[in-house]
């Protein structure tokens, strides 16, 4: 029965680093409810400790603040205005509804939009939309990252069943 719930872990965990990367899944949380779960099933001896999945806990939450942030900061260092920076915010949160192609664009379209609303020019704005997209890409690989993290610590501190 144990490798049974191993086997479910792992594909948790693979369907997990599919979500860092295709935002209609949760990746990270997939990974910590994968760990959460082998915890409960296993128990304290064939499994994680409580204060590890405290920290895929934190972690799981550093990838809900990279996501809201990424386009935030790459508008802002391509030189976008509050509005700009404020408007690839609102287009990310707007994205979110619209899959993987809202999740690209919708921080692009609300930083351009933000900077018209400021009085930018095109080039200006179109500027600041390109920013919001790296930062976007960048956030992705970020989360990426961290999955990877969150997956190679629960492993590192899982008992050896030999």
Not at 1 to 23: D, H, K, Q, Y
Not at 100 to 120: C, N, Q, R, T, Y
Not at 136 to 150: D, R, V
């Amino acid at each position: 029965m144990e490798i049974f719930w191993w086997v479910i872990t792992i594909v948790l965990f693979a369907v997990g680093l599919i979500g860092t990367v295709a935002p209609v899944l949760p990746g990270t949380t997939i990974i910590l409810a994968a760990a959460v779960i082998h915890r409960i099933v296993l128990g304290p001896h064939k499994s994680i400790s409580w204060p590890v999945i405290g920290v895929l806990v934190l972690l799981t939450l550093v990838t809900y603040a990279v996501d809201v942030l990424a386009g935030y900061f790459g508008a802002k260092y391509f030189g976008a205005t509050k509005w700009g920076t404020v408007g690839a915010i609102v287009g990310a949160g707007l994205g979110l509804f619209f899959g993987i192609v809202g999740l690209f664009i919708g921080p692009i379209v609300g930083a351009v939009a933000g900077e018209f609303i400021a009085g930018k020019r095109m080039v200006e704005a179109g500027r600041a939309g390109w920013g919001s997209l790296l930062g976007n890409i960048g956030g992705m690989l970020a989360k990426l990252i961290i999955a990877l993290a969150m997956i190679t610590i629960f492993l590192v501190t899982v008992p050896s069943p030999f």
